[in-house]
């Protein structure tokens, strides 16, 4: 082999090693930037974080989180409906990039997803119907009939105190949606429901109106802190999100969001002598 295929040999597997680097180091967030679009995986069955207007058009606070995105990354959004037990499947699967969807940052979903730093908090409270006076406090549960959503916080906080409160005649219902869980309460097929306050007072000042109260709030259950969610190991996409969500918070954006959406200021999302995680 003469020198001079020996040099072109090895620029070869240089250039080889470079273009295998490349590849490596390529994240989620380039292959956005290239397709022209982002797939927001959102609850459209969750007011006012995500339902639909009169023209069937996707709204509410995550719908506009996601525009506001895709806006600053210069793509198209793409709304992809998506059911609170199907979060983190729409994310592990593909079919979304990043899921805009109100979810809890606990230790045990991060075990399956990456979250960023938080963007909206809520608090879970307890939600009867509206001639209701026996439940006024947590514990009034116990005895009762109670309604959650499948996969969301509320209900993983309950299930703590379920397994002491079963044999005291409690039982509970797991519900794939909101709208599943509001239809059983008025039709009596449970007693009370665990939410965050934020959906119920959306419920009750539309179609729920006169139809369901807010029994109490539930000191217990800590606040719910939520975070935008991507796959495991895309570290780029990541970064970019959480400067996005702090941009938002900085900007006053997220303030504005929270006006419009809930109807009261944004809440501070840097939890007490913590700078962040």
């Known amino acids: 082999m003469t020198i001079r295929k020996i040099t072109q040999w090895m620029f070869c597997l240089i250039v080889a090693g470079l273009l295998a680097v490349t590849a490596v180091q390529a994240d989620e967030l380039d ?3 290239a397709k022209g679009k982002v ?10 974080v995500g339902m639909r207007d009169a023209k069937n058009q996707p709204i509410g606070y995550d719908v506009e989180f ?23 499947p729409a994310i592990l699967s593909g079919r979304v990039d990043v899921g805009v969807a109100s ?11 990456a979250f960023t730093i938080p963007y909206q908090i809520w608090e879970v409270g307890i939600a009867v119907k509206a001639d209701d006076t026996s439940i006024a ?15 969301t916080y509320a209900e993983a906080e309950f299930l703590k105190d379920f397994k002491a409160w079963e044999s005291k005649g409690t039982s509970y219902v797991s519900y794939g949606s909101n709208s599943e869980q509001f239809l059983a309460l008025q039709q009596g097929k449970v007693d009370a429901l665990l939410e965050s306050t934020a959906i119920f007072g959306e419920y009750i000042k539309g179609p729920g109106k006169g139809k369901i109260k807010i029994a109490t709030n539930v000191p217990k259950i800590p606040a719910d802190w939520t975070g935008l969610m991507v796959k495991r190991g895309q570290q780029g996409l990541l970064n970019w999100l959480n400067l996005f969500v702090w941009h938002q918070w900085k900007t006053g ?6 006006r419009a959406w809930f109807g009261y200021p944004a809440p501070n999302m840097a939890f007490p002598g913590v700078h962040g995680y």
């Open 39 to 48: 797939r927001c995986g959102v609850m459209l069955d969750v007011p006012p």
């Open 103 to 113: 979810a809890t940052n606990t230790l045990e979903r991060a075990k399956s997803v």
């Open 31 to 33: 292959d956005i930037i």
């Open 66 to 88: 996601c525009k506001d995105m895709a806006k600053a990354l210069g793509v198209e959004p793409v709304i992809v409906e998506t059911t609170a037990p199907d979060r983190i």
């Open 137 to 151: 406090k947590y514990e009034d549960l116990i005895g009762k009939k109670v309604g959650t959503v499948r996969g």
């Open 253 to 258: 954006r997220t303030d504005e969001l929270y």
